[in-house]
């Protein structure tokens, strides 16, 4: 069992910038694949960002495309902590964002293909 906790969301203005945090209890999450997905009202929960579980050749990251260029998803293993940084934020970045985690994965963006998952954490853009 991995238990899940984000927190760092809150209100910031359009250009500003958040880092959210996933906090991980249970499992070593170097172990494990961990993503980021988000939920805006009356959307689906989509793809965000995931970091792959560590092997020799290192860890690979992955990003949406509406995403990419302006968050980085990191790990630190020695606080068991999952971080998304995110850096020039737009109002349709509003949203609801979840931590995920699962220890084998074939489809990253996939939301059905992760065991588990935290509260969310509150992200407000405004223009």
């Known amino acids: 069992q991995v238990q899940l906790v984000e927190s760092g969301g809150g209100l910031v203005q359009a250009g500003g910038s958040l880092r959210l945090s996933c906090a991980a209890s249970?499992?070593?999450?170097?172990?494990?694949?961990m993503g980021w997905f988000r939920q805006a009202p009356g959307k689906e929960r989509e793809f965000v960002a995931a970091?792959?579980?560590?092997?020799?050749?290192?860890?690979?990251?992955y990003y949406a495309d509406s995403v990419k260029g302006r968050f980085t998803i990191s790990r630190d293993n020695a606080k068991n902590t999952v971080y998304l940084q995110m850096n020039s934020l737009k109002p349709e970045d509003t949203a609801v964002y979840y931590c995920?985690?699962?220890?084998?994965?074939?489809?990253?963006?996939?939301?059905?293909?992760?065991?588990?998952w935290g509260q969310g954490t509150q992200v407000t853009v405004s223009s």
């Open positions: 995920a985690a699962v220890s084998s994965l074939s489809k990253v963006a996939v939301k059905e293909s992760y065991d588990y």
């Open positions: 249970g499992r070593t999450v170097s172990r494990y694949y």
């Open positions: 970091v792959a579980a560590i092997s020799w050749s290192g860890s690979s990251t």
